[in-house]
């Protein structure tokens, strides 16, 4: 078995706190962050299934009453990090921020439930964290679905995962910053600042969080108010994913699931309305600001991880990512190269991130083998000279951000010994 394999164990295993796993193991990011551990719990699936399952039942254990399922659970009150518990205030038993990010952890449960043979005591602990889940994403339905179209809104930069990324530019320049901020960013004292978002986007985020806390993250005041509001096809096609995910699930566990098929045809219905027939691409949809936003994203391809049933547009849009890295060393990109706002080295505006790599790999398996094989060695590859760093270039593949990081080590044990 090859060493780094071992590596990426131990780098989980370094990053574990009780029950849950950080990020890295620097100060960057203490706390336990919402689609993080559902990759990491991946990680853990193919050599310790209770610290899989455990690492989701404690995120879970951080849903809200009305099934929300915050993006960071501070379980260690850290004051080095910023913006932390204390400035959420969001008044939960387990302190939280007051918004989420990507629902991808039904996805990876169904991984987990399909690759593994479970106990009886793991069934059980399965089954609670689909009762769970279930009503997460049944949040989402009633809480996101502005138009009731089964396409949801994120109103924060943060849900996406993808926080400073150009697409999310237009919609900030729009944001009227709080007068007299004042905050002081911790980030910058641990990692590079061409690296990471500009103030101009760090007022934006905060400006927003303060006026989440002025309605006391009331969803329904959240969704009309927020100043950002926007209908990600990243975000929407994750969701998409795994709400089929969660339906087979249901159905395992033999609980109701009708809704659920009902949600997923409308929004299958729906989602093409995000197509642009000129570009043959899918676009965000910026609510706000009723515009479509066309930018070149790599998360535009998320569409593929749904699995549409609709073939021929599958086709197309493959034929599309097959071009959207033409010139690089390394792929995928998150901006594509030669759009005006991509940047080498800042964060989610164009270096490699090994989770969105991993996220086309999974979709692209069902639908174009080869295609699938390119990036998993191309992604191995990066890791194996490398490290398990944070984002990578795509021009020398040299790492930037956080290393030991956890997701990375996570999906590279998914590429290396999952079943696919
Ligand atoms: C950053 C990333 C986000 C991630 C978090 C912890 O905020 O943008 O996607 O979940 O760090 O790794």
Redesign the pocket.
Known sequence: MSNLVEIAKKILLDNRRSGYTL?TNNKL?PAQ?N??SAFISLGYSYFNIDYAIEELETLLEGQWDDGMVPHILFHDEDDTYFPNHTTWSCGKEIPSSGIT?PPIAASILSIIVKNNQLNEIQNRKVFNLVCKLKKYHEWFFKNRDKNQSGLISIIHP?ES???NSPLWDYALSKVTIEKNLSYERRDLEVSNNDERPLNKDYDCYITLLNQFKTVNYNPNKLLNKSMFNIIDIGFNSIFLKANKDLLELLKLFKLDYLDFEEMINKTEDNIFDLYNEKENMFFSFDLKNNVQIKIPSLTNFFILFADLKNNDMNTKIIKNLEEFNIDEKYFFTTIKPDHHSFEEKRY?RGPIWINTNWIIYKSLINKNRSFAQKIKKQTIQLINQNGFHEYYSSKTGLPFGANNFSWSAALYLDFMLGIN
């Open positions: 990020p990011y962050w689609w993080d990010q943060w995962g993808y926080d989610w």
